[in-house]
């Protein structure tokens, strides 16, 4: 998904603190789980749940003031989506870079053969 | 230690991949765009759409046989190290890249300077597996 820059507020910290007890609560977890799947207005996510609005309302802002939840408008609606970075371990990273440099020194070798 | 690992044969020789490797126009064609200036100290960055910009700082170069520069990002946060080196083998090229430095990645990547933590890692990523086991099939 394109990565949009973040609102950085003061309020916004994805301190590994706030990022775990944020995770702690299964509402908040299934939440993610379906936002994993697409961006979603809040109507939509409320339509999935036995939640009340102002309970969902909470649970999305502690979500979003640690960065796991990011929102972009469109129009009149607000489209809230997964924001896997506070998650992202170093397994994740060297998993990405072991397929961007497989990819990337691919390209090496076929251009430097290629080269008269 | 926490490295990756590519190790490849080049059918070309020594001094044809070494030009690939230090020439900014042809790092372009096989890596992305840069300002990549081959001499120990120059700072460059390379242009990696999805991850933004990385910038990196030459630190060793024996022509021909050995490059060493630092890899970071503003998402990645932390500096990691790239080190490539070439043998001739027979005419060809034998290219081992190593990427290290992960150890130094903290547990949350806009975690306020957070030492790395095992433990912290470990409850993130069983949290992580909970998130996809719950969802609704």
């Given at each position: 998904m394109a990565s949009m820059s973040g609102q950085v507020t003061r309020r916004i910290s994805a301190s590994p603190d706030r990022v775990f007890k944020a995770l702690a609560d299964p509402s908040r977890r299934r939440i993610l789980d379906i936002l994993s799947r697409e961006e979603l207005p809040l109507k939509r996510i409320q339509q999935r749940?036995?939640?009340s609005r102002p309970a969902l309302i909470k649970h999305i802002w502690i979500l979003k003031s640690c960065s796991l939840v990011r929102v972009r408008r469109a129009g009149r609606l607000i489209y809230h989506r997964l924001n896997s970075r506070p998650l992202r371990t170093v397994e994740q990273w060297m998993a990405k870079y072991e397929v961007f440099w497989g990819d990337h020194l691919g390209r090496l070798k076929h251009q430097a053969e290629s080269e008269k | 230690m926490k490295s990756i690992r590519k190790e490849l044969i080049i059918n070309a020789p020594v001094a044809k991949v070494w030009a690939h490797l230090i020439d900014p126009a042809r790092i372009a064609g096989w890596l992305m765009p840069n300002t990549f200036d081959?001499?120990?100290?120059k700072a460059f960055r390379m242009d990696?759409?999805?991850?933004g910009t990385i910038e990196g700082v030459v630190r060793e170069i024996v022509p021909l046989k050995k490059l060493v520069y630092s890899w970071t990002s503003k998402h990645l946060k932390i500096e990691t190290l790239v080190t490539v080196t070439l043998k001739p083998e027979k005419g060809k090229t034998r290219l081992i890249l190593v990427h290290s430095g992960?150890?130094?990645?903290?547990?949350?990547?806009?975690?306020?300077?957070a030492p790395f933590d095992q433990g912290w890692n470990a409850c993130l990523k069983r949290l992580g597996e909970q998130v996809s086991l719950e969802g609704t099939p």
């Open positions: 749940f036995q939640l | 081959p001499r120990p100290g990696c759409g999805t991850e992960w150890e130094a990645l903290p547990p949350s990547e806009e975690g306020l300077g």
